[in-house]
């Protein structure tokens, strides 16, 4: 079972919280927001001194922020070199509007930014509010994932969770179902190009509901199966429903040791 902290490089208090969790063996794998960061900083730092104990990857972002590409003619991803909002993207992705030779361009443009402030290349790929899995940008990644040498090939997230174990689970059922529908499609697409990716997927909840994050917690971790397993969580100090994410994984107790890193042997 995999515990992995998302939006590192989003806000310094993300970035603290996410630090104590790591370095108390409490996520075994960070997402860093690399599109955020204009330069390397002691976070970033500090971050990579705990890469021999954590998988440390790259959290695609392709909304509302600045991209690292500039925006050429007719350009389906950004326009003045930003991104669109998060239903503006999806909107496009659903029409068949955004092309993958765009998602492509970004995705690589990012991927080499974070091997220049980490100096290693990132163990896994997983992309803000699953932007990953979006018809366009799934494309794009794949075109990506072939070219790359296998050694530089990172695990690959996908969302997907059968319905029964999210209406067993109970935690945001339908807000779950949409998520993991389109990421059962992309996790056949990833397993027919040989890219590694997760076997299980837990963590989204209703984030207007913290004050129950601990409940929804251990419901995670009590259905969670062993090995690739993977629970997001998005830790933070200032707001509650982070703080709520953040406290809860403090105090988890694991059902057995500490949560593993991914284990490419078990695919």
Not at 15 to 35: I, W, Y
Not at 135 to 156: C, S
Request: glycine share 8%; net charge positive; proline share 6%.
């Amino acid at each position: 079972m995999m515990i992995c902290a998302d939006d590192f490089g989003l806000a310094p208090d993300v970035d603290e919280a996410v630090l104590r969790l790591a370095a108390e063996g409490k996520v075994s794998a960070v997402s860093v927001m690399v599109a955020l960061l204009a330069e390397p900083t002691p976070a970033l730092a500090a971050l990579a001194h705990l890469h021999d104990r954590l998988d440390i990857g790259l959290h695609l972002v392709l909304t509302d922020e600045p991209g690292l590409t500039p925006s050429e003619r007719n350009d389906s991803l950004h326009r003045n070199g930003r991104f669109p909002s998060f239903g503006n993207l999806l909107g496009r992705s659903l029409t068949a509007r955004l092309r993958a030779a765009d998602a492509h361009r970004e995705i690589a443009a990012q991927f080499d930014w974070f091997k220049h402030l980490f100096d290693f290349t990132p163990d896994f790929l997983d992309g803000h509010r699953h932007v990953q899995q979006f018809f366009g940008v799934r494309r794009g990644l794949l075109d990506f994932m072939r070219a790359l040498p296998a050694a530089e090939r990172p695990y690959v997230r996908n969302a997907h969770e059968p319905l029964a174990a999210i209406f067993r689970r109970g935690v945001a059922p339908l807000k779950c179902c949409g998520i993991s529908l389109p990421g059962a499609a992309f996790r056949r697409l990833l397993l027919a190009q040989g890219v590694a990716t997760n076997d299980g997927f837990a963590g989204i909840c209703d984030y207007r509901d913290w004050k129950n994050y601990p409940v929804a917690l251990q419901g995670f971790l009590r259905h969670a199966r062993s090995g690739n397993y993977l629970i997001m969580a998005h830790p933070g100090l200032r707001e509650d429903w982070r703080r709520a994410e953040f406290e809860g994984l403090l105090a988890a107790k694991w059902p057995s040791g500490e949560p593993s890193r991914f284990r490419r042997a078990t695919l």
